[in-house]
């Protein structure tokens, strides 16, 4: 060998090509994960963790002022947005969610 030390020297089996094959299979594998659990969640689940709140649904005035006044600044500043265009009907849902959770940890209702 012109230049070389003489000696032969062997290819690791994780330099050939099957091995390469397999990590891009594994590669493409993760990424399509990623983009699948981005999409759709695990099993259903919602991805914020306030979509399905308890007592989200129930923003009915109740007897505490404190509660009632809470929920219509918060749910108003929520409405403003909306109609600005600041959110889209996706982000509303969640921010109108946040916002009751918020006022009924703040003011327990009775």
């Given at each position: 060998?012109p ?10 089996r ?30 259903g689940?919602?991805l ?24 219509a ?5 929520v409405e403003?947005?909306?109609r600005?265009?600041l959110?889209s ?8 969610a946040?916002?009751?959770s ?5 003011f327990?209702?009775?």
């Open positions: 060998m230049g070389g030390t003489g000696r032969v020297t062997r290819r690791s994780l330099d050939s090509t099957g091995a390469r094959v397999a990590a891009l299979a594994v590669a493409l594998a993760a990424g399509a994960a990623i983009v699948w659990v981005g999409k759709s969640g695990f099993s689940m919602p914020t963790p306030f979509a399905k709140a308890p007592g989200a649904a129930n923003t009915a005035p109740s007897a505490s002022p404190e509660l009632a006044a809470c929920l600044e918060r749910l108003g500043a403003q947005m909306r600005d265009g959110v009907d996706g982000q509303h849902e969640t921010f109108r946040r916002a009751i918020y006022c009924q940890t703040q327990p209702p009775q």
